[in-house]
């Protein structure tokens, strides 16, 4: 079977500094598979400074990665050029975050979207290309009516972020990646554009890398699902495992601090404790509460680049004297990984055979 | 300290009728069409909407923060016995900070990069000192204050001596809580205080102003769209469309029973694990605030609509229990 698309021990490191040297890992050997059969929606989720965004650029050849190798089609994206340049332009679509500011204001949306039929010659005629915006806007939702000849600034944030799933749309990609699209955008309309999205990987065949940190929409929209802190997977699989049951210590702050829309799941009320028990998480011992807190609180105090052992050690509440070296992920069930030692029983799995735990 | 049981049943906030409009080139856009509130001490109101609904708008216009082309036309604001819309400037510079605060929507933003937080903080005591009477405090006694504050939203008190470039966005914004509550005012309003801020950020913000408010006894009014956070942090939540209450309230009686069908269709939007990859959203648009529609803003998306919403704008009803509804479907009862 083709993959699609291919992270091959994928690292990222920023360096600053002219004299000494200061480097950030925002992505530290990290491989994903996509098929290119099977179309998917995988979330890639994290913090800020997980490295998401790192990974999105990454993924859209904005950036070169440090190390390893991004295959497209079995090709590396770097040594692209020319036409197969060009596929790949085309067939690997972006949604990003910000609506807002993605928009040249000066140009109606006929125009913003007339640019890549005529750059990708996707249109023989006028008629043609009006064509193609009219049945791109008619999946997204919109009424071509509504928004053609209009400005971008004459439009919600929820009819234009549909819009750049539109444009997107209409070169017929094979690849979405979407930036977080929907966390500067209304609840109200969070759904709309999740919908659209998940119609697409099912009617269009697209595969979708769904970026984000916001677990409720993930376990909505995604199939499965990589958690990343500091640039590392902590915990990787089904997305209904993963969220009903996380392994990882970190996965589990995740979730606990999503403010469910649930009036009897309340932060740090029993209700959850109960629910998770039910829901077969590992015991703890102590307080779970002040266990949690203690996890929030440590934020501030990881300072510096960690770059071996456990990245999240320095806010685990499970620290052991292991924990600074690298824990590899352990396999914990058909479609769960997880990168921690509290899990050393289970067998081992390399990290470039990640990708065959996810389910499509 | 007085305790908090009988600061819970004292008022410190009631808006009434407040109207907002801006003038445009294209017209009047009504942004605030009499709206009514009621909070006591203590309490957690939660105001959501969507974009353009009005909530923004709601809270620049308490703390009379509105700008040209915009204005307030009419109505009361009433904080500790003092109506805010008709004190002078002087007085309402006063006022702000000691009787109502601000928590604003980008706290990376609200600080100044060239100033040390601590100097930010004192500046705020400093500008509500009144030289003419005795409780004039020394700089030295200022710091301390500062540095408490600081210490209450869980920062270290040497972020005292920092710039904000070396905080972090949760940092930033507990800082921003800090200053809020220097002076220990009666109201606190947070406009989408976490929306730039991850989970586990947002919620160790939240928890955070909980905590405060319980100290100082003030009432907070949370401001988003995020029902989530609501449903985790609020006593009571006000739904606003189009510059209008459609209903006001009990937390617990939102989620369970919501009686507007807009609250109702919010309701349902909501995600949860029960319903995977279902999604509800509401159909239709927000209303453009320059052509409303006539009747009920809301009935051209309302699947309950029926003659009279088109025509006649309905009244807040309040139904047994105190909630506050306005719609048709729940008549006034004598």
Redesign the interface.
Known sequence: MANLLELKNVSKVYSRGLLSRVSTTALNNVSLTLDSQQPTVMTVAGESGSGKTTLAMLLLGFIAPTSGQILYKGQDIHTLRGEDRMMFRREVQAVFQDPFAVFNPFYTVDHLLSVPIQRFKLAKSKSEARDKMVEALTAVGLRPGDVLGRFPHQLSGGQRQRINVARALMLRPKLLVADEPVSMVDASLRANILETLGRLQKDYGVSIIYITHDLTTAYHVAKSIVVLYRGSVMEAGDVDTVIKSPQHPYTRLLIESIPWPDINRRWGKTEIKTKERKLGGYSLTGDEENVLQAMIKAKEMELGDNSVGCRFSARCPFVMDKCSQDPPLFQLNDHQAASCYLHEGNSVIAPERLSELLPV | MSSPKTMKDSVVLQVKNLQVSYYTDAGRARALDGVDLTLSAGEKLGLVG???SGKSTMALAMMRMIKPPGRIEGGEVIVDGVDLITISDEEMLKARLSKIAYIPQGAMNSLNPVIRIGAQMMDAIKAHQDQSTSDWVSSAEMEKRCKQALESV?LKSNVFKMYAHEL????KQRVCIAISILLRPKVIIADEPTSA????????V??TIDRVQDQIGAAVILIG?????????VDKVAVMYAGRLMELSN??EM??DPKHPYAQ???R?????EN???????PG??PALLQLPGGCAFHPRCPRVMEICKKQRPEPTTLPGGRIVECYLYPATA
């Open positions: 969507e974009s353009g869980d972090s966005g949760g940092m801020l991850d989970v586990v950020t947002q919620r160790q939240m928890e769209h995020d029902m989530g956070l609501m449903a985790q942090f937390v617990r989620f369970t269709a919010l309701i939007s909501l995600p949860n694990l995977k990859g279902v999604f509800n959203g509401i648009m927000a």
